[in-house]
């Protein structure tokens, strides 16, 4: 296929930015053959970034398997967060829980190298997928939530990028993630914070003194989000970035 052919052909599945993604489809792809079957992949709906098998995010490069979840732009004020409370070169301990590929851990190891970093998902194809992206950075493990977690720590920054959307509300979700991104990734609830509330009930016993957890959260969110890491004896802030449309509860022991 030529790169006309594969824009024509993507245009024809609805893909807005036809030209830009097949230049990055053409790059890609290994020879025509494969480039025909990703060009087909990506008309059949599935997200350009894992057709391709990576995505750029906060400055690094994070390697995708299909049914993983992407890493979005809003989530960069997470990395953000976690790089600010961290001193350069400081020895700290970061677990990066719902790692997904790892996007958030490998992000911010690259900004703050000397930390010691631990993540963990419950679904084995994000756990290999984020082994792929941490291997010599950090160590990966399988398991719900702390459980994974494979001894005691005092962890000073704790990112966990929970599932959030409501139940009710997957069906209204964006066909790339609705029929690609693993609903474990995505399904938070009836209100969307149930897996949020687990982890911020569970934080007093990990975090260190002084040591916070991150989560992005909905706007729609903040009271309730707020009143449960109360309720867990943490002290909760909101921090809002209007042009990545991200909003981060920071809760501190």
């Not at 990576?54 to 400055?59: E, S, T, V």
């Not at 020895?91 to 490998?106: E, H, I, K, M």
């Not at 000073?156 to 990734?185: F, Q």
Request: proline share 6%.
């Amino acid at each position: 296929m030529t790169e006309d052919e594969v824009v024509t052909t993507l245009r024809a599945a609805g893909c807005v930015f036809a030209e830009d993604e097949a230049a990055m489809l053409v790059k890609a792809a290994s020879g025509d053959a494969a480039l025909a079957a990703m060009v087909g992949r990506r008309a059949r709906g599935e997200p350009l970034e894992q057709v391709v098998g990576h995505a750029d995010f906060a400055g690094v490069r994070v390697r995708l398997r299909p049914g993983v979840f992407v890493p979005r732009v809003r989530s960069e004020l997470l990395v953000r967060e976690a790089v600010r409370r961290t001193a350069p070169g400081a020895v700290v301990v970061v677990v990066d829980l719902c790692c997904g590929s790892g996007a958030l851990g490998l992000a911010v190891t690259r900004q703050r190298p000397a930390i010691t970093l631990y993540a963990a998902d419950v679904d084995p194809v994000a756990v290999a997928c984020a082994r792929d992206n941490l291997t010599g950075i950090g160590e990966v493990f399988q398991g719900d939530l702390y459980a994974a977690l494979p001894r005691p720590l005092a962890i000073d920054v704790l990112l966990a990028n929970v599932p959030y959307v409501a139940t009710g509300h997957i069906p209204l979700l964006p066909a790339e993630a609705r029929d690609h991104e693993p609903h474990t990734a995505l399904d938070g609830g009836g209100d969307g914070l149930d897996v949020f509330r687990a982890v911020a009930a569970g934080a007093p016993g990990w975090l260190a003194p002084g040591g916070v957890l991150l989560s992005e959260i909905t706007r729609a969110q903040i009271e309730p989000a707020t009143a449960a890491a109360r309720a867990s004896g943490l002290r909760p802030e909101v921090v809002s970035d209007e042009d990545l449309e991200a909003t981060v509860i920071v809760a501190v022991r």
